[in-house]
């Protein structure tokens, strides 16, 4: 590659930087780059727990959409919410990572950082990464660039031009590229990417950032089965290192991760337990299992 074509690679991966700061799903992400909010490796989980929630609610328009919500995750778990369309799932994960704030209640990450005392983009810096439903990969950037840019702190396009990995963000971005089960596609265009392949991508963008909780938003909607299969066993590997919580309505997917389910309801929890158990819980079977 000559230097000019170099140049303008890294001109228009800088430029894709740029609008994602300008364009995320959420908007407004722009506010607090740049400011280190925390030292996510100083997350206190001395008391057995990664995720605390309790007591929460938030009404929209007098609707309460979550309802006085208890949960909490330990480090390195799995755990899979279920749950009847309009339960508050969405909305739960809203408010764990800043774009919904609730009325009233106590959200803390580990035992001491206060998350309602932080905005979206700071508590993504925390260490909490989301994933939509729908991928938001840059489809006309390779998988390489796609995942290098997930590590891009975007402080304007002159820094991210000049940004070059160092040798442990080269050696992330080779395992995470073989985690996501794409490295063989390292320089394929990401809008060739079959839609599975698009969602482990994206997935693989939140593990460039190491966060130490992972929030999935029916991650296997809209896969084959064999993709759907691939994200399990992909999953399977990330607990342990991560914790994760998983919205699904696939059943079957489900048993295939789960150790402990939550189930939602009204914007509280109305079961939990192994599928098993709440598969056998009379109301759950009410409410969202049917008979
Ligand atoms: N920003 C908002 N403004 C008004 N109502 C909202 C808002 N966000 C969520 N709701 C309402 O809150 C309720 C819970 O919605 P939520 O999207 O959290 O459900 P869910 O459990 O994720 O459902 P699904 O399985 O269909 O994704 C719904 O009745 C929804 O219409
Ligand atoms: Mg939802």
């Not at 364009?23 to 722009?30: D, I």
């Not at 009847?84 to 919904?100: F, L, Q």
């Not at 929030?215 to 896969?223: K, N, R």
């Not at 691939?230 to 789960?258: C, P």
């Amino acid at each position: 590659m000559t230097p000019d074509l170099l140049q303008k690679g890294a001109e228009r991966v800088a430029r894709v930087a740029q609008q994602r700061v300008e364009a995320t799903e959420s908007g407004g992400r722009s506010a607090s780059y740049g400011r280190v909010v925390h030292d996510a490796s100083q997350v206190d989980m001395t008391h057995g727990r990664i995720l605390y929630l309790e007591e929460v609610s938030v009404s929209f328009d007098g609707f309460k959409a979550i309802n006085q919500l208890s949960l909490d995750i330990a480090p390195g778990e799995l755990r899979c919410i279920i749950g009847p369309n309009g339960a508050g799932k969405t909305t739960m994960m809203d408010i764990i990572t800043g774009k919904t704030r609730p009325d009233e209640g106590r959200v803390f990450f580990g035992s001491t950082i206060d998350l309602l005392r932080y905005n979206e983009p700071e508590i993504a810096q925390l260490g909490i990464g989301r994933k939509f439903q729908k991928p938001t990969v840059f489809e006309h950037l390779s998988v390489f660039e796609n995942l290098e840019l997930a590590l891009k702190t975007p402080k304007g396009v002159k820094a991210s031009m000049f940004f070059k990995l160092d040798s442990r963000q080269s050696d992330r971005l080779a395992e995470v590229l073989h985690t996501i089960h794409l490295a063989d596609s390292v320089r394929v265009q990401a809008g060739t990417l079959s839609h599975g392949q698009k969602q482990w991508l994206e997935i693989g963008m939140l593990l460039m950032q190491d966060p130490q909780l992972l929030l999935l938003d029916e991650p296997v909607a809209g896969m084959t089965d064999f993709e759907t299969e691939r994200t399990a066993e992909l999953f399977l590997s990330l607990k342990g290192k991560h914790s994760l919580m998983v919205v699904e309505h696939d059943m079957s997917f489900i048993r295939t991760i789960s150790d402990i389910v939550t189930v939602l309801c009204d914007g509280s929890v109305l079961a939990q337990g192994t599928l098993d158990q709440v598969q056998a819980d009379e109301r759950v079977i009410e409410v969202y299992l049917g008979r």
